[in-house]
């Protein structure tokens, strides 16, 4: 590889590299294009014949935790000049106090040969998941229920309430359950009206719905023709979309079909 510029670095060896080598005001670039004339013994080009290469940084004494901790002996990163990504072998060497950390390569060089900063990103936390857009994820309120006055009734294989009404009258009623913490299901309006009166299993006890509310982060799934709200789990987000898990048990699967403008639909809408 070709590299018509020279910068003074030159010859910099990573035993050589200190915290001044960092300081971008000691680069002095020279473009050898514009000489129209190259005296003896000066640089007409700068040549680059191996794919094999190093970056180094600084780091503080955290992120040197995390990777001894994990034995990581690669890492991935991303570089932020056309978000590709690539592995590196990885090592940390420490000089008068300070930690750097040594990213050695066998790709890439014809990409970023010509430039001595790279901005990069280490993706030690890389999750993987479902893409969606940002647009699609809206904020809904739920009631809040203990679990200790759910039970299986009625023949029926869901979990459910005995509801009282006003006349004093017990009926089962089997919401629809949109998540759940250790304590607690979440349920929404559709099956339960704010200040009903639920009984307790084998209990006098009694629960008034809407005394307890939380939100939930989700997306309206529309498999089924009408617009059901799944509870997401972000896992990353940027302005544009989020990392959100999959396989959750309240929340989507991969080819499941979304609204993709959440704050336009309401719970049970028909999308046509």
Known sequence: MVVYQTDGYEGLTLDQVTSESFDTGNLSVTNLKTQESVEAGKPAYKLITSDDWNMIMPIDEDLVKIIQDEKME???????????????????????????????????VARYGDSRFIPIELLLNEESGLKIPNSAIVEKEFFTVPKAYFFMG???????????????????????????????????????????????PDSQETYTIGSETASLQGV???????????????????????????????????????????DLVKENQIIR
């Open 74 to 108: 690669y890492i991935e990163i991303r570089f932020a000049a056309d978000n590709a990504t690539t592995w590196a072998a990885c090592s940390i060497t420490e000089k008068a106090g300070d930690y750097y950390l040594v990213l050695s390569l066998d790709d890439s």
């Open 154 to 200: 009625n023949d029926s294989d869901s979990s459910g309430l005995m509801v009282r009404d006003k006349k004093g009258d017990s009926q089962f009623v089997a919401p629809t359950i949109y998540y759940e913490t250790d304590d607690y299901y979440y349920i929404d309006s559709e099956d339960v009206k704010k200040d009903t009166v639920i009984l307790k």
């Open 220 to 262: 309206y799934n529309i498999n089924k023709g009408y617009a059901v709200f799944k509870q997401i789990n972000i896992l990353y987000q940027n302005e544009d979309y989020a990392i959100i898990s999959t396989g959750t048990t309240y929340g989507l699967s991969l080819y499941d079909h979304i609204v993709l403008q959440g």
